[in-house]
């Protein structure tokens, strides 16, 4: 079946120390999105990736970073992870614009824990 | 500063029909209103999607009313695997003409047996 899939499920990181989660997808979908959801809230959008032309969101900090080597992969790297940064980070697929009668696919995400 | 509202948990018993509201009130002109339910631990699952007026699928309905400032998702007949967090998700107008994708906060709904 056509998915998402982001490995790991559990990362566990250093205050500190850089950490890459990854994404990848067999939908063929041009677009993809890294959210970050904390305990109990909506998920948040970092940026997405419009075929190689990346956007970033204004309130990202840059501790967050992406790379799209290609169609299928996505990465999330987060260069000096902070206790604020635990989280599950989720992966989303699109194959145009989301909002624009574009439904987004989810990954299970992964949940990160910073010590 | 653009942002959405849903009612933070709603309760139902098995069987009734269920239906959360979005308030959305900078809605992107030309923008969808999505729904997803989450489970915990899970990524959110798509379940509808329009524009205006009504649409229905297989497991629920949504209706949008002409100003496109609020939507409301129909469960018809919920059962205990609909305990789960709904979301909307809409594209908003926020400050300096800026457009951001923004998630609802969410609504708990917790299905009474």
């Known amino acids: 079946d056509a998915m998402v899939i982001q490995n790991p499920r559990y990362q566990v990181t250093q205050f500190g120390k850089p950490v890459t989660l990854s994404c990848s997808q067999t939908l063929n979908h041009n677009v993809m999105y890294w959210y970050q959801q904390k305990s109990s809230q909506a998920p948040k959008l970092l940026f997405h990736y419009y075929d190689k032309d990346f956007n970033n969101e204004a309130d990202t900090p840059d501790n967050f970073q992406s790379r799209r080597p290609n169609t299928s992969f996505c990465f999330l790297d987060i260069r000096s992870p902070g206790l604020g940064d635990a989280a599950m980070y989720l992966c989303?697929?699109?194959?145009?614009?989301?909002?624009?009668?574009?439904?987004?696919?989810f990954g299970p995400g992964t949940r990160l824990l910073v010590l | 500063l653009a942002k959405t509202t849903q009612p933070i948990s709603m309760d139902s018993y098995e069987g009734q029909e269920v239906n959360i509201t979005c308030s959305h009130n900078n809605i992107a002109t030309n923008d969808y209103i999505t729904w997803y339910q989450q489970f915990p631990s899970q990524g959110p699952r798509f379940i509808i999607q329009g524009y205006k007026t009504k649409v229905t699928n297989e497991v629920a309905s949504l209706f949008i009313p002409a100003d496109r400032k609020s939507s409301t998702l129909s469960l018809p007949r919920v059962s205990l695997s609909d305990t789960a967090v709904y979301y909307c998700?809409?594209?908003?107008?926020?400050?300096?003409?800026?457009?951001?994708?923004?998630f609802g906060k969410g609504t708990k709904l917790s299905v009474i047996p």
């Open positions: 998700l809409v594209g908003l107008y926020s400050g300096a003409g800026s457009y951001q994708l923004t």
């Open positions: 989303a697929t699109s194959r145009g614009t989301s909002g624009r009668g574009e439904t987004q696919y």
